[in-house]
């Protein structure tokens, strides 16, 4: 399954679905880094396991830039515990794009499918303030799921207070 975003349900149109042209003159369109490998002549994608979802309304998707500092106390300890066990540094910030808000909320609202192609090119984009909506409820979602899935650390913190406070 391959899941893919903004206007890219254009990609999917049958004209071009087995072969790219790499200089159509769109200037949406950038070819791959390392290149474009196309279909053989004899693919036939109704037979094909692979599964594209796009959304069902293309729109220019949003990207939001945070930084680590934005997160809870265990929600940093998560990041960096993560990043010292894959042996890399840990980030300073992250990038999270609307769709992917929805996807890990389940936003209902969300609405995907599978191998839609469309013609349209959207300019439709989301307004600043709801994408700063979306990245609130994403900094809640991480939050309680690091605060859940480490409960001895936040026991831990509670434990300490407590004890504090008693002497």
């Given amino acids: 399954m391959i899941i893919s975003a903004c206007n890219s349900g254009r990609l999917l149109r049958p004209n071009i679905y087995n072969?790219?042209?790499?200089?159509?003159?769109?200037?949406?369109?950038?070819?791959?880094?390392?290149?474009?490998?196309?279909?053989?002549?004899?693919?036939?994608?109704?037979?094909?396991?692979?599964?594209?979802?796009?959304?069902?309304?293309?729109?220019?998707?949003?990207?939001?830039?945070?930084?680590?500092?934005?997160?809870?106390?265990?929600?940093?300890?998560?990041?960096v515990a993560s990043a010292h066990h894959l042996g890399i540094d840990p980030p300073k910030e992250f990038a999270i794009s609307d769709m992917m808000i929805d996807m890990l909320v389940r936003d209902p609202k969300l609405l995907l499918a599978a191998n839609h192609e469309t013609?349209?090119?959207?300019?439709?984009?989301?307004?600043?303030?709801?994408?700063?909506?979306?990245?609130?409820?994403?900094?809640?979602?991480?939050?309680?799921?690091a605060a859940r899935e480490h409960p001895a650390v936040a026991h831990h913190k509670t434990t300490k207070k407590k004890t504090a406070k008693r002497h």
């Fill in 119 to 145: 013609d349209e090119l959207s300019k439709q984009i989301q307004d600043e303030e709801a994408s700063e909506r979306n990245f609130r409820r994403f900094k809640t979602f991480v939050n309680t799921v």
């Fill in 19 to 79: 072969t790219l042209d790499p200089n159509c003159g769109d200037k949406l369109f950038l070819p791959a880094n390392d290149g474009i490998i196309n279909a053989s002549e004899v693919f036939d994608p109704t037979h094909s396991p692979v599964m594209v979802i796009t959304p069902v309304e293309s729109h220019i998707e949003t990207t939001i830039v945070g930084n680590v500092s934005e997160l809870a106390p265990a929600t940093r300890r998560a990041i």
